[in-house]
């Protein structure tokens, strides 16, 4: 059975992770006593007087905690870099943007990851850092492999298997050749046999047991291509043992994921019990990717199992593992470097200047003392207009990119509040079906289906929306594009009122679709969705027993218009004037009425940004009408900023 694509797209993530830990082996630059390392360097920072050798101390701390704590890692580095900067230590300056690169990679930002990694291996060349460049080169393979650059990515993993192969230490050969072995695909046969058996003998000889751990992991997916699975779970079983005692927890996120992948077929639940191994070490041990990925992966299995009460258990942890990857997108967004960066290079301009200066006024010697000052003065007043616009320019973009994050940081917290509120509801029918059950010796045959079919539907139907806002959020998260398609209104009514069909018979309320079948709406679909199936809880929620709710639509040239209308208590002037503003002290009688209030001003922004307007009209003990519009036309694919 050839290795499905989950283990496919998987793989290298942990591959990437796990070249950057074992490099380390053969450089010397890694111990497996990091926590009394760290202790030791901690007590040893306050006695260090020379600058350099703390610099040092401090990279030396960055390159440990990435292995344990990524943020560490990057704060150390950082402190390091600003130091090095300051004395103008090159190698420390490397060295700390080495550990930014792997920092950045291990957060999957491949673009800083690149950079800094770049800027790093500048550095190590001009102080011929043979091992460190060769390090590198490899790392800003794997980079661009993550990118989908495979031509470039072989180049670069081709001039670091030429430099190991040079070096006098050749530890580091083993674990480019491991990647030679994944990434490579046109390899015959004989060449994977000859690479395989280089590799592990240049790990046994350095006594890398991680590294040999890897080589068996590799050795399992070949195994598996070839559709022995049997051989592969041997292969595995025997390196799985070691990684426990070890505590190689990246390796045994893959090997656990390629054990459920080699016994998917012979033994089902065996193979579930590897995944859910896989999701729990890569949980405890913050690794959000590998998280998210194997989540999404029992989320399959259980879904095509129609299993979906065990489903949406990981469609929770998928969209947690998404809030958090988020976070860490925003902490990456714009970083201090970047602006040292852009000071330096003014530094360097106010340099270049003063040496100008300096030149023509050695050169005006020669000239008479009056054109000498006139000349000087000109000069002066360039400068200083040029670095005023400068600065102007730079001001200007600053601002500009916090005002476009800002609102990227508020749209995405819109998204989070959207998943709340549309899940809520069908997880309350469910509860409350489920208290029926409890009772169910007193429910006849006939009365049991009927909960059970209940429940089936109301599980169908938060597994159908949660699939839709999930695939609308991926789509939004680098930014908001609003993407509208042609829609039959009614229908789109129909099915925003699904979800409440047991609130509403709970409360014997009927709602009656005036809208005509051949009304189209031109809007997108999870947008204009999340508006109707708010107003529609609301006027379930808010209308008396024994009543209706009436959904109406007009159109004209420019808009259509929507109106849905409840029978209930109807609200009073002061608070209807502030429903839409979110600046307005609010009070809210319940949660019920604080819940659609926050719900409300997320469907006014919406609608804003569909080019549309919401108002609302109501009357004390007779009811409230809700009403939106929006073009009948608008330019698709228009951004929003």
């Known amino acids: 059975m050839p290795i499905e694509p989950f283990v496919r797209l998987f793989i290298p993530n942990l591959l990437k992770r796990f070249c950057l830990i074992v490099i380390l082996l053969g450089s010397g630059l890694f111990s497996f006593c990091q926590s009394s390392e760290i202790n030791r360097i901690k007590e040893q920072l306050p006695l260090i007087e020379d600058s350099t050798r703390y610099a040092d101390a401090i990279n030396r701390l960055s390159t440990i905690y990435y292995i344990t704590n990524l943020d560490s890692c990057y704060y150390l580095a950082s402190d390091a870099y600003r130091l090095s900067l300051k004395l103008k230590y090159k190698k420390g300056m490397a060295d700390a943007m080495n550990n930014l690169g792997i920092y950045y990679s291990l957060r999957t930002n491949t673009y800083l990851a690149t950079k800094y990694y770049n800027q790093s291996l500048q550095i190590y060349k001009q102080l011929n850092d043979q091992e460190n460049i060769a390090q590198l080169t490899l790392n800003i393979g794997l980079e661009f492999y993550s990118r989908g650059k495979t031509d470039v ?26 990647n030679l072995l994944y990434y490579s695909k046109g390899l015959s046969k004989d060449s994977i046999k000859t690479l395989m058996s280089q590799g592990k003998a240049i790990a046994t000889k350095y006594n890398d047991k991680r590294v040999l751990v890897e080589y068996a992991m590799i050795r399992s997916m070949y195994l598996l291509n070839e559709g022995r699975n049997d051989s592969a779970v041997d292969v595995l079983k025997s390196v799985e043992k070691e990684s426990i005692e070890e505590r190689y927890n990246f390796e045994l996120v893959g090997i656990y994921t390629l054990l459920g992948q080699a016994l998917a077929g012979k033994n089902p639940e065996k193979s579930v019990d590897y995944y859910k191994s896989a999701l729990t070490i890569a949980r405890d041990n913050d690794f959000i990717d590998l998280y998210l990925t194997s989540a999404e992966t029992l989320y399959k299995i259980y879904t095509q199992n129609e299993d979906y009460h065990a489903a949406g258990t990981y469609a929770e942890i998928i969209a947690s593992a998404l809030k958090e990857y988020r976070r860490m997108v925003e902490q990456s967004s714009v970083t201090y470097f970047e602006y040292a960066d852009t000071k330096q290079q003014l530094e360097a301009q106010k340099k270049e200047s003063r040496y100008r200066g300096v030149a023509n006024i050695l050169l005006s010697i020669f000239i008479a003392a009056v054109i000498v000052l006139l000349a000087i003065l000109y000069r002066s007043y360039q400068t200083n207009k040029r670095f005023t616009v400068a600065l102007k320019s730079l001001n200007n973009r600053i601002y500009r990119k916090n005002r476009q994050l800002e609102e990227n940081n508020r749209f995405k917290d819109r998204l989070i509040s959207l998943l709340a509120h549309d899940f809520r509801q069908p997880f309350v029918s469910l509860t409350s079906l489920i208290t029926v059950l409890r009772d169910h010796e007193a429910l006849t045959k006939q009365e049991m289906e009927k909960v059970l079919e209940s429940i089936e539907n109301s599980s169908r139907s938060s597994v159908e929306i949660f699939e839709n806002i999930l695939s609308w959020i991926k789509k939004q998260l680098s930014g908001f594009v609003y993407d509208p398609v042609e829609l039959n209104l009614k229908d789109m009514i129909d099915e925003a009122t699904t979800p409440f069909d047991m609130l509403m018979k709970e409360k014997n309320v009927v709602l009656i679709n005036n809208i005509n079948h051949n009304t189209v709406a031109f809007a997108d679909k999870e947008m204009l969705q999340f508006i109707n199936r708010n107003l529609i809880h609301n006027a379930i929620k808010f209308s008396k027993p024994d009543s209706e709710i009436h959904v109406n639509a007009t159109r004209n040239e420019k808009e259509l218009i929507v109106s849905i209308r409840d029978f209930g208590a109807g609200m009073t002037k002061e608070k209807l004037d502030s429903l839409f503003n979110f600046f307005t002290t609010k009070t809210y009688s319940n ?42 036309k608008v330019n698709k694919h228009a951004v929003v900023q």
Not at 157 to 173: E, H, P, T, V, Y
Not at 596 to 617: E, N, P, T
């Open 591 to 632: 949660n019920t009425e604080k819940g659609a209030g926050v719900a409300l001003i997320i469907c006014k922004d919406f609608l804003d940004k569909m080019q549309g307007s919401m108002w609302a009209q109501s009357e004390l003990g007779k009811g409230s009408t809700f009403y939106f519009s929006f073009p009948v």
């Open 153 to 178: 990515a072989e180049e670069y993993m081709c001039q670091a298997f030429d430099m190991g192969s040079r070096l006098k230490n050749d530890s580091i050969q083993s674990i480019i050749i491991a």
